[in-house]
Structure formats: structure tokens, C-alpha cells
């Protein structure tokens, strides 16, 4: 059997989903290269995957379908990525912010007064995929079918059922051009991040519907990440009550715990990579065209790169840290998630004089997310 063919593991191996963490770790020190039919070559040791991160001439982000800017290399990325940068700067943030806070009251106050329910239904999903339809000036409604089509695709990435991913594809594209259609015809007045994408242009030109579909489709894809982001902050703070009332005490510590927990915990499995020829990576050599998983999740608990990484220490630097990527595909929507996080949080906690579990097992999710897929609380 060639190296090619030759499996070292099964990432959809049940004893695998049950504890990817632990099972992502064990192969970062057992066999950091490894081949499976379902990932192809994965990457778990820091140092391997950010020598990917830095070469993308030799390791390309070009996906088969139109995903703008991350399924792009250079030299045409960039100029996406510039225009759509705008998008997510530091002004466009603290004008929605006001709106995303008034999100989180509202979803709060009634999981709040109950004393008790289920976080990921009841606040994390409609939150972010509702703070994603005031971004975009989209009737709120509308977050109910973002947040099905997210969960969906999420599901599609593990059963790759044939026609499944066109079908979500298409009932996508439907709703966009939709949305698109009505913000031609009735302009609200307003400016938000749809009529924005409807001036968008790059070398002169403006996006046309279909390349608007494939910016949203990273957006809306995006959220799903986040709706897991929170659900593993919440799980940590949920079993450390000490945190919790450290900032409460003091919330200018927000934003650096949501770096480390989510750096010991990742809300994202993986991301993939072609060769644009052939390498050698840890001894193994793995061909043009081959196809990469660089699992984050391993990467960021390395101990090569982070001192006692299973601790959580918000006192750490972030650099070394993944959670986001790294090079010229970091993620482009992290200050939103930063900005949706850390709003959670501060409302949460100050809401709260304690939230635990009210299950003692929350469900996890598995690829190609991480975070959990229930979470029930007793709120204080």
C-alpha cells in the first residue's frame, strides 16, 4: 500500500469525536503528519502549520468554488481583502455596536429572569446571526434562516452527501439576491453593510450578486464559528466561578480571556490547504496537489509553543496564538467576533452574580465545529 493510500487515522472515529482535544493532542505527539481518506494530510504541531500559513505560493487557500477573499491566493486576494477589510475596521465596529449590545439585552433578560435554560439555543445562536442581519440592514427575522443554512453546511462538511452542498449553495444564493433585490428597490436610508457591498469595487469594478453570494457565505459561515466561540467561553467559566467574578470585578480583562480560552479550547477544527508542489513536512512527503488539514485546535495546546498549555493564564501573550489563523488569511470578521464576544460577556456577567451548569454532561459538538452543542445553565 502506497503512503498515499495508507491511513493513520479516522478523524470521524466515534472514541475521536468523543474527545477531539484529547485526541488532537495525542496525535500532535504520536504522529504529527498524518494521512486520513477524510482530511487528506493533517498538520498538528504549531510550528508545521505556520510554516504553512507563511508560504501561501507553496501552500494554496484557491477553493474550486467562487469564496471570496479566503478561497483566493494572490495576487487577486489582496485586492479583494483590501476592499473588504473596510468592512470590519475599527469605526465600522463602534457604529454597530450600540446595536449588537441591545441584542444581547434583549436575548439576556429573558434567560436571566427564568434563572434557568439552554445557552446555545436561547442566546448564542439568534445572537450572532442576528447581530449578522443588523450588519447587513437584513430584517431580524431572516437570522432563523442564516442560522439553519450555517448548521446546516456545518452538517454537509461531515456527510458530504452528494448534491446536499449544491442545494445549500443555491437556497443561499436565493436568499442574498433576494435581500439584494429589496435593497435596490426600497433603500432604507441607511447605510449599512449591504448597500456598502452593493458600491463595493475592486480594480474599478463593482461586485456583481454572485460574487456579494460568495463574501456573505464567509460571513454567514463565520457566525456559526462564533456561535461555537461562545458556547466554549461559557463552558469554561461556567467551571471556573473564580474567573467569573474576576471579571466581573474588573471586565477590562474580557477581551484577553477570550484570546487564552478560546487558545486552549479552539471553536474551530480545522482548515485546508493545497500543495502547489511537492513537499516534505515532519519526514513525510506529500505530493503537488495534496491536500492539507491544519488543525488548530492541536496547534494552539502545543507545548513547543505555549508553556503549560492546557492552563488557562490571561496573563499570556497572544501572539504565538491561532485562533484566528495567521498571515494573509487570518480571519477578516475576527473584530466582529471579538466585538459580539466580549459584548456577551460584559452583559452576562453583569447580569449575573454566578451562572453553572445546570447538567452536569453539556453535549459537545464535532467536526467541523468544537464548541457545545447544548449547554443548560443556572443562572444566579
Not at 64 to 86: C, K, Q, S, W
Not at 95 to 115: D, F, H, M, S, W
Not at 225 to 245: F, K, M, N, S, W
Request: charge should be negative; glycine fraction near 8%; proline fraction near 7%.
Amino acid at each position: 500500500m502506497s503512503e498515499s493510500q495508507h491511513a493513520d487515522w479516522n478523524p470521524l472515529d466515534p472514541l475521536i469525536l468523543q474527545d477531539q482535544r484529547g485526541a488532537y493532542d495525542e496525535m500532535r505527539e504520536r504522529c504529527p503528519v498524518a494521512h486520513s481518506e477524510f482530511m487528506g494530510w493533517s498538520l498538528f504541531r504549531h510550528e508545521d502549520i505556520a510554516a504553512v500559513l507563511d508560504d501561501p505560493e507553496t501552500y494554496s487557500n484557491a477553493s474550486r468554488f467562487l469564496a471570496i477573499p479566503n478561497g483566493m491566493d494572490p495576487p487577486v486576494h489582496g485586492r479583494y481583502r483590501e476592499t473588504l477589510d473596510a468592512f470590519f475596521d475599527q469605526e465600522q465596529m463602534a457604529g454597530i455596536e450600540p446595536r449588537v449590545r441591545e441584542i444581547a439585552a434583549n436575548l439576556l433578560a429573558p434567560l436571566c429572569a427564568g434563572k434557568e435554560g439552554e445557552f446555545i439555543d436561547a442566546f448564542a445562536t439568534p445572537f450572532a446571526f442576528r447581530t449578522l442581519c443588523a450588519l447587513l440592514g437584513w430584517p431580524e427575522q431572516l437570522w432563523e434562516c442564516l442560522g439553519g443554512w450555517a448548521h446546516d453546511n456545518q452538517v454537509a462538511a461531515v456527510s458530504r452527501t452528494p448534491g446536499v452542498g449544491k442545494a445549500l449553495a443555491s437556497l443561499f444564493s436565493e436568499h442574498v439576491k433576494a435581500n439584494l433585490t429589496s435593497h435596490r428597490a426600497s433603500p432604507s436610508g441607511v447605510d449599512d453593510a449591504t448597500d456598502a457591498l452593493l458600491r463595493a469595487e475592486v480594480d474599478g469594478v463593482r461586485l456583481d450578486d454572485d460574487q456579494i453570494v460568495a463574501v456573505l457565505r464567509n460571513w454567514a459561515a463565520g457566525q456559526g464559528t462564533v456561535v461555537a466561540g461562545l458556547g466554549i467561553l461559557i463552558l469554561h467559566l461556567a467551571r471556573e466561578p473564580e474567573l467569573q467574578e474576576r471579571l466581573r470585578s474588573d471586565p477590562s480583562l474580557i477581551p484577553a480571556s477570550i484570546e487564552e480560552i478560546l487558545r486552549r479550547d479552539g471553536p474551530l477544527v480545522a482548515n485546508p490547504r493545497t500543495t502547489t508542489r511537492e513537499v516534505e513536512i515532519g519526514g513525510r512527503t506529500i505530493p503537488k496537489g495534496g491536500k492539507l488539514a491544519l488543525m488548530w485546535i492541536a496547534a494552539n495546546r502545543d507545548p513547543r509553543a505555549f508553556e503549560d498549555p492546557d492552563a488557562v493564564r490571561i496573563e499570556r501573550n497572544p501572539e504565538a496564538g491561532m485562533v484566528w489563523g495567521r498571515g494573509i488569511h487570518v480571519c477578516q470578521g475576527a473584530p466582529l467576533a471579538r466585538l459580539e464576544m466580549r459584548i456577551a460577556l460584559e452583559e452576562l456577567l453583569a447580569r449575573t452574580k454566578r451562572f453553572e451548569f445546570a447538567d452536569d454532561t453539556p453535549r459537545r459538538a464535532v467536526y467541523p465545529v468544537n464548541g457545545p452543542a447544548t449547554l443548560f445553565l443556572r443562572l444566579g
